[in-house]
Every structure is written in structure tokens, then in C-alpha cells.
């Protein structure tokens, strides 16, 4: 967050919350708003986090009309996703958002903060922010993200650093809403009327594999002794090569071939494709969690949960 000085304010604990409010005057005039700190500007954003947040948000169902959450932008999406498993069907929104520079070792990113200054007044924090709150008085199906000029439904977000204003895109370029003048949201969103569905947990005990052909894994069954569940994200339409079969077979873990285009089928594993690797990745930690009250995870895994399938284009 820059002041109007050019300072930077960053948020490492409680008590830097209300400076940091104070340069944001305008946001009380459009919401009553209590804080929460869940983790500081340099704190690590990992499964502790979401299981957290998720358990605050379930605590003040009744208390809040709706949930904002800032966090860093490399954290976004992750974000986002692990609310959406965890908290499925709430009739209250839950809108992530952040700025467009995380952290507070601000030395290493003087050249990028001087040029969003120079170009946008800002890091776009405040913008981001009123948006968000504005936002959430509008129902919407799932968790959202608002940033730049476009608010994007979580299971579709995709990151795209080429866009200076917009970082964060659709995949298939549908949005919830878009800022021109004011924030326009579609007029036919609506809270999904299924029951709420709360969960505590994820798994962090997931292996995640970037394979690449002709490249040899050297995991042997000990080095993969402590994970619950594999996810090897492959190329498109290339089978898995034999030895790589017969490795995920002697490892006897669920495992989950996954690409956004296509996946070949290898037996004794859950190919599936149509989303986003962290929808992918995060899902596998909320199914290997959960699979005993879920049932069987790999019909699970092929069922779409919170719309993170969608056709591929």
C-alpha cells in the first residue's frame, strides 16, 4: 500500500492495520468493517492459512454480510481455490483480492513500485479494494477474485504477468463482472442453492511431479512414504512412458495424471484435464483430506465440485 507521500505501508502485524486503514478513509463509507489478521506482509501462505481463514469465515457466518480477503498476488489463486473446497455453497461472498507487489523486502522491487506509481498513482491495493467491497453486495455463485478491472470466478482464474493492469485472467474469458465506472456484475448471478458444506482440512502431504519425457523420476517407494497422494501434471496427449507406469504402480498412492488439455488414461490412476493446475493440485489436497467422508477419490476427483471443469476452448 503507498500513502499519498509515497511511503509504503505494509501490514507485518496487528497493530499496522489501522495506520495502514487510515490512508483508506473511503472504505468505511462503503461498508462497516472489522479486521482480522491472519498472517503478516512476509509470512509463508500455505494450507495453515486457508485452514484458518476458513474456520474465521465459518465462526462469523452470521456476523458478516460478506468476506474480503487480501493477500499476496502469487497467493491469489491458491487462495481462492482452497476457500472454495472448504466452504462450499455459502450463501455469503467471499471475495479474494491484494496488491499488485508482495512483501515488504521493498528494496528488491523499488524499479516495479516506482513504475505502478508513476502509472496508476499506487499499487492498486485501494482500487482493488473499494471493487471488492462493492463487489460483495452483488450474490455470486462461488469464491471471486477482483482485481484490475475484472472479477473472475476462482476455479477459472489464470495468471497473465503480461498485463501490467490485470494480471489475474479468466481462462475462457467469461467474467462475473468488470469495472468501467462502477463495478457491473451480471445481473443473472446467484448464491448456488445446494446446502452449505464446511470442511477443516486439507492435506499438505501431496507429492506434485512435473514430468517432462525421456526425463527418469529417481523417487524410490521410501522417498514417497510420508505423502498420501501424487500429482503429476504431464504433457498433453504424449502417453506416460512404461517405466514411469510401472513406478506409480509399485508406489500403490492415489495419483492424478493431470494437463489442462488432455490427458492420456494409465491404469491405477485419475486422469483429468479442463482446469487449472491449482485447481487441480488444491482439489487433490481437499479429496485425500476428506476422502473418508467423501467416499471413493477417484470418483470424487472426476466430479465437478465447484465448477473448477469447464469446456476447454
Known amino acids: 500500500m503507498v500513502d499519498k507521500s509515497g511511503h509504503i505501508l505494509a501490514v507485518k502485524e496487528k497493530s499496522d492495520i489501522h495506520t495502514w486503514l487510515k490512508v483508506m478513509p473511503e472504505l468505511n463509507i462503503l461498508a462497516d468493517i472489522e479486521t482480522v489478521l491472519v498472517s503478516g506482509e512476509d509470512d509463508i501462505i500455505g494450507i495453515d492459512t486457508w485452514q484458518k481463514l476458513a474456520d474465521l469465515i465459518n465462526k462469523n457466518l452470521m456476523e458478516a454480510d460478506a468476506f474480503v480477503i487480501v493477500t499476496k498476488i502469487d497467493q491469489i489463486i491458491a487462495t481462492s481455490l482452497a476457500l472454495n473446497f472448504l466452504l462450499q455453497n455459502l450463501q455469503k461472498n467471499i471475495i479474494v483480492t491484494g496488491s499488485q507487489v508482495s512483501g515488504s523486502a521493498f528494496l528488491d522491487k523499488k524499479e516495479r513500485i516506482s513504475q ?6 499506487g499499487l492498486g491495493l485501494r482500487t482493488n479494494l473499494i471493487n471488492a467491497l462493492q463487489s460483495a453486495q452483488h450474490a455470486l455463485p462461488g469464491v471471486a477474485i477482483m482485481f484490475g478491472t475484472r472479477l473472475i470466478a476462482a476455479t477459472k482464474a489464470v495468471y497473465r504477468y503480461d498485463n501490467p493492469i490485470n494480471p489475474l485472467a479468466s ?9 468501467d465506472f462502477g463495478v457491473n456484475v451480471q445481473a443473472n448471478l446467484k448464491h448456488n442453492s445446494y446446502p452449505a458444506i464446511i470442511y477443516k482440512d486439507l492435506s499438505a502431504k501431496v507429492l506434485v511431479i ?8 529417481f523417487f524410490s517407494k521410501k522417498d514417497i512414504d510420508n505423502y498420501q497422494a501424487i500429482v503429476i501434471k504431464v504433457s498433453p496427449y504424449q502417453p506416460l512412458e512404461s517405466n514411469k507406469q510401472k513406478q506409480i504402480s509399485n508406489w500403490g498412492l492415489p495419483t492424478v495424471l493431470y494437463n489442462y488439455q488432455a490427458v492420456p488414461p494409465v491404469k491405477g490412476t485419475v486422469a483429468i484435464s479442463g482446469c487449472s493446475a491449482e485447481a487441480a493440485i488444491i482439489k487433490t ?3 485425500i ?10 470418483n470424487i476427483m472426476q466430479q465437478n465440485i465447484i465448477g473448477e471443469f469447464y469446456p476447454v476452448k
Open 116 to 121: 505502478l506509481y508513476d502509472k496508476q498513482g
Open 171 to 179: 481462462a475462457d474469458n467469461s467474467y462475473w463482472g468488470r469495472v
Open 210 to 217: 512435473d514430468d517432462w519425457p525421456s526425463v527418469p523420476w
Open 285 to 287: 489436497m481437499w479429496a
Open 289 to 298: 483430506a476428506n476422502h473418508k467422508q467423501l467416499g471413493d477419490f477417484a
